[in-house]
């Protein structure tokens, strides 16, 4: 048992010399110290040694244990050091390279146009207002005199939640809720997303939307289109001409689409304005009537006009892109530009 003691001691000390890894240095302990272990299988043989000899081996078995593991100890902060150091060595920073540029982010494009617009209205006096986006069929279509059969509340075009709930078709519905708890006058822009069941070139599922209404006594349709020539102008420049063409809407009465000479061609004609020289950007008109009666005001006392704007149809036209589903694919190559 001495010399398989003393063979073991020799056998670990030189497989040591040979260990580049922790892995390599736990599979050796394991070999001579496991469970199954050369040392633990010279260890079981000491029960049958004579009374004489059991100390003197059990001396020279704790010595040669308490050798290797001081063997195996050193090995491992070794490993450790020499891991650490080549980690460091791996990590480290060449302080002499030149510094990288940081990626600065921008305003997404939608957002810029709708900040500008904001800006134009209060600068003309607006309060800029929110409100929910799930509204109800009341607020969305009723209270905006919009009769049961007409086309907007189809399936096609609306998307109905429950319970008489859907994702509101444009931002008009504030304009119900703010009559609702003011009395007039009443100067708002509504910027916010709508939601409608439609999806090309030129729509998306989901779209940002500026509403716009006032509301005093003897506010006249002369004064809507020097709000919107004023704000035409200075969106698009101030060589920007305007027209107003006869349109229906619900909720107003007259009705009008507006349209500007176009960003392109200034007005000439080109591929981008189907070569009338007019894109159409909102549409506007008087409120009508029966909007009044629905928040309790008397339209023998006030009048008012409103307006709604597609922003992204606005940014379209100030960047020229030609298709607005780009501006919600997210590739960073065309955010970039802005």
Same mark, same amino acid.
């Given at each position: 048992?001495?010399?398989?003691?003393?063979?073991?001691?020799?056998?670990?000390?030189?497989?040591?010399?040979?260990?580049?890894?922790?892995?390599?240095?736990?599979?050796?302990?394991?070999?001579?110290?496991?469970?199954?272990?050369?040392?633990?299988?010279?260890?079981?043989? =000491?029960?049958?040694?004579?009374?004489?000899? !059991?100390? %003197?081996?059990?001396?020279? *078995?704790?010595? $040669?244990?308490?050798?290797? @593991?001081?063997?195996?100890?050193?090995?491992?902060?070794?490993?450790?050091?020499?891991?650490?150091?080549?980690?460091?060595?791996?990590?480290?920073?060449?302080?002499?390279?030149?510094?990288?540029?940081?990626?600065?982010?921008?305003?997404?494009?939608?957002?810029?146009?709708?900040?500008?617009?904001?800006?134009?209205?209060?600068?003309?006096?607006?309060?800029?207002?929110?409100?929910?986006?799930?509204?109800?069929?009341?607020?969305?279509?009723?209270?905006?005199?919009?009769?049961?059969?007409?086309?907007?509340?189809?399936?096609?075009?609306?998307?109905?939640?429950?319970?008489?709930?859907?994702?509101?078709?444009?931002?008009?519905?504030?304009?119900?809720?703010? =009559?609702?708890?003011?009395?007039?006058?009443? !100067?708002? %822009?509504?910027?916010?997303? *709508?939601?409608? $069941?439609?999806?090309?070139? @030129?729509?998306?599922?989901?779209?940002?939307?500026?509403?716009?209404?006032?509301?005093?006594?003897?506010?006249?349709?002369?004064?809507?289109?020097?709000?919107?020539?004023?704000?035409?102008?200075?969106?698009?420049?101030?060589?920007?001409?305007?027209?107003?063409?006869?349109?229906?809407?619900?909720?107003?009465?007259?009705?009008?689409?507006?349209?500007?000479?176009?960003?392109?061609?200034?007005?000439?004609?080109?591929?981008?304005?189907?070569?009338?020289?007019?894109?159409?950007?909102?549409?506007?008109?008087?409120?009508?009537?029966?909007?009044?009666?629905?928040?309790?005001?008397?339209?023998?006392?006030?009048?008012?006009?409103?307006?709604?704007?597609?922003?992204?149809?606005?940014?379209?036209?100030?960047? !020229?892109?030609?298709?607005?589903?780009?501006?919600?694919?997210?590739?960073?190559?065309?955010?970039?530009?802005?």
């Amino acid at each position: 048992m001495k010399e398989e003691l003393e063979a073991i001691q020799t056998e670990v000390l030189q497989a040591l010399k040979q260990i580049n890894t922790q892995d390599q240095l736990e599979s050796l302990r394991i070999e001579y110290f496991g469970r199954k272990g050369k040392f633990t299988d010279v260890m079981k043989g =000491m029960g049958k040694l004579s009374k004489e000899e !059991r100390p %003197i081996l059990g001396k020279l *078995a704790n010595e $040669v244990r308490s050798s290797l @593991s001081d063997a195996f100890e050193t090995a491992k902060t070794e490993l450790d050091c020499k891991q650490q150091e080549q980690q460091l060595k791996a990590e480290s920073i060449d302080i002499t390279l030149p510094g990288r540029k940081p990626t600065l982010g921008k305003a997404h494009p939608v957002m810029q146009v709708l900040q500008r617009t904001e800006e134009i209205f209060m600068q003309m006096g607006f309060q800029v207002v929110t409100g929910p986006e799930v509204e109800t069929e009341h607020y969305n279509f009723d209270a905006l005199n919009t009769p049961p059969n007409h086309p907007a509340r189809d399936l096609h075009d609306t998307f109905y939640l429950t319970d008489g709930h859907l994702l509101r078709t444009h931002t008009s519905p504030v304009q119900i809720r703010v =009559m609702e708890n003011q009395q007039p006058p009443v !100067r708002i %822009i509504v910027p916010g997303k *709508a939601y409608r $069941v439609d999806y090309d070139v @030129s729509h998306t599922p989901m779209f940002h939307q500026v509403e716009g209404l006032l509301v005093d006594r003897h506010v006249t349709f002369s004064e809507l289109k020097g709000v919107l020539v004023s704000f035409a102008r200075q969106m698009f420049g101030a060589q920007t001409q305007m027209r107003f063409r006869p349109h229906f809407f619900p909720f107003t009465e007259p009705s009008a689409e507006v349209d500007i000479s176009c960003t392109v061609c200034q007005g000439k004609g080109c591929r981008s304005c189907g070569h009338t020289g007019w894109i159409e950007i909102l549409g506007a008109g008087a409120v009508d009537p029966e909007v009044f009666r629905a928040v309790n005001y008397d339209p023998e006392q006030v009048t008012g006009f409103a307006f709604g704007m597609g922003v992204e149809r606005i940014a379209n036209l100030q960047f !020229r892109i030609p298709d607005i589903r780009t501006f919600y694919e997210n590739d960073l190559r065309f955010l970039h530009q802005f």
